[in-house]
């Protein structure tokens, strides 16, 4: 199987059409200024440029990549700028619901061990039936509801069990990744397409 | 750069800081949005702890609790986004991701393990082994001393730790990624190495759903002041407000490149306690940061005070024995 079936997670390529009469260097020179941030390295050699970041700054407009290239190539219509970038972050967001299903799982099997032992120590001494929690005065005249205590005394051993850490959380934050993954992909293509527009063509 | 006296110290010497209230630019814009960004915090306090003194006791409960946080923390997402303080701490896709990330880790794999070995064992002693009757002295206070009381104590615990955090090496590591943040957003508070989380016990808890009403009282405040630490958007905050309670101006200072500057405003509710140790700067700070302000990647955060603990201790005792040449005359 080819890589490029699966690289598209973290891999953005398109194309832009640039101005008929713009030649590469102009195109680079125009897009130098996203290429000046710190941590950026550029290479350049004939119409090809190619970078590197590492620890990007958080508003760094394309922080969100890790490296690429980028082409001006002819075509028929005139030079066109071909890009090809990666991003660890979209990868990295396309694994995290793994990630949290793994750690549902964890919750669940960790759960499971854990049952025989409650179980066995399920017997707990009844509490003593009849304390009274204090309130104090002031807060029963304005109206604050009377504390009640923290259990049924020892009866509802069942509730025992749904104390245990549940792996909904996990589920939720893993539903939650996979959503972000999708906008992910999406907005960030259009965005890098839309910064890259406005350096070379000003629109 | 020159920096300004503030008391003993230099502060801003070397990165920009702002200090004094009068210096800090207020909420543009019409008088709805000035009003609405003056009075949001008093209001949002003063109705959370409205909602928890009434709340019947079918609905006080730590789940509630977990559900309103979430709710408050979308709502200021969106203030984010109306009103943010600095442009260049907008929220992006990958910030995003990042602290979500974190805030994930919070409410899954730390909150299972402090459920094992953790804070949550103070729950579980209140819950089946608390003598309630040797109690009753303060359980009888009026409720709203008892959760004052409850969150200045903490309060005053998690100053200590953090200003400890701050002066001695060992906690340090641990904490010092959380300081390579360099911008602050509504989750940033999560981010940091998963040690520092479970040493200040951020987790969420929560598998016990009863909690005594003072405690859910005083975890209200704790949100209703405390989040706004880490939090991109201009309030016009009270003068009281401002002189009680710790903000994000005050929090920002406290996440300066400025060395001197980070060493200020620990506490996480009350700046007063600040006030009262002479640690308590105002003022703000719009870069962030460690390095130069170096953004980290997650798996830097996830190893740097390992590997950072490892090159100390190598520096520190590994010389004598394996390096350096020692200069014997042979014979």
Redesign the interface.
Same mark, same amino acid.
């Given at each position: 199987m080819s890589a490029r079936f699966i690289d598209w997670i973290w891999h953005i390529r398109g194309t832009l059409a640039l101005a008929p009469e713009q030649s590469s260097d102009e195109a680079f020179g125009r897009l130098d200024p996203l290429f000046r941030q710190t941590g950026t390295s550029q290479d350049r050699a004939n119409d090809t440029l190619t970078f590197r970041k590492k620890d990007q700054a958080a508003q760094d407009k394309m922080s969100v990549f890790d490296g690429g290239v980028l082409q001006i190539e002819k075509g028929v219509a005139g030079p066109v700028l071909r890009y090809h970038l990666t991003s660890r972050a979209l990868l990295f967001c396309f694994l995290a619901p793994l990630l949290f299903l793994g750690f549902a799982g964890l919750t669940v099997a960790i759960g499971k061990l854990e049952k025989p032992a409650t179980e066995a120590s399920g017997k707990k001494k009844p509490d003593k039936k009849d304390i009274e929690l204090p309130q104090n005065p002031i807060d029963k005249a304005l109206g604050s509801p009377a504390p009640e205590k923290p259990k049924k005394d020892g009866t509802d051993k069942s509730k025992e069990d749904d104390k245990k850490p549940s792996p909904t959380s996990a589920y939720v934050f893993a539903a939650i990744f996979a959503a972000l993954y999708v906008v992910g992909r999406i907005l960030e293509a259009r965005l890098v397409k839309g910064l890259f527009r406005k350096s070379l063509l000003g629109t | 750069m020159d920096g300004i006296r503030v008391g003993k110290r230099l502060i801003g010497t070397q990165s920009p800081v702002t200090v004094g209230w009068d210096n800090i630019p207020r909420v543009e814009g019409g008088p709805v949005k000035q009003f609405i960004f003056t009075w949001f915090q008093p209001t949002m306090l003063f109705a959370l702890i409205a909602f928890w003194?009434? $709340?019947?006791?079918s609905i $006080?409960k730590a789940s509630t609790a977990i559900g309103i946080g979430i709710g408050f923390k979308v709502l200021l997402l969106a203030l984010e986004w109306v009103n943010p303080r600095y442009e260049?701490w907008?929220l992006?896709?990958?910030?995003?991701?990042?602290d979500?990330?974190y805030v994930?880790l919070g409410?899954?794999?730390l909150?299972?393990i402090e459920?094992?070995i953790g804070s949550d064992a103070v729950i579980e002693a209140?819950?089946?082994s608390?003598d309630?009757?040797k109690l $009753?002295w303060f359980?009888?206070?009026?409720?709203l001393v008892q959760a004052l009381l409850i969150s200045l104590i903490f309060d005053f615990g998690q100053y200590w730790m953090h200003r400890g955090m701050h002066n001695w090496y060992p906690l340090w590591l641990p904490h010092s990624v959380h300081h390579y943040i360099?911008?602050l957003n509504i989750n940033k508070g999560a981010v940091g190495n998963p040690v520092e989380l479970l040493l200040i016990g951020i987790g969420?808890g929560g598998?016990?759903d009863?909690l005594?009403?003072a405690v859910l009282l005083a975890g209200a405040i704790g949100l209703a002041i405390g989040t706004y630490q880490h939090i991109n958007v201009r309030f016009n905050s009270p003068r009281w407000w401002r002189f009680l309670f710790n903000t994000t101006e005050h929090h920002s200072l406290h996440h300066s490149q400025d060395f001197e500057s980070t060493r200020s405003n620990y506490s996480n509710t009350y700046i007063f306690i600040d006030r009262i140790f002479g640690t308590c700067i105002d003022g703000e700070a719009e870069l962030l940061g460690m390095e130069g302000?170096?953004?980290?990647?997650?798996r830097e955060q996830m190893t740097y005070p390992f590997t950072e603990g490892w090159k100390t201790i190598k520096e520190r005792f590994g010389k004598e024995r394996f390096g350096a040449p020692v200069a014997v005359p042979a014979e």
């Open positions: - | 003194y009434y $709340a019947p006791n $006080a260049s907008r992006t896709w990958k910030e995003m991701v990042t979500l990330f994930g409410y899954t794999l909150n299972v459920y094992y209140v819950q089946h608390f309630w009757d $009753a359980t009888g206070l009026p409720l360099t911008q969420i598998f016990f009863f005594p009403r302000g170096r953004r980290m990647s997650i």
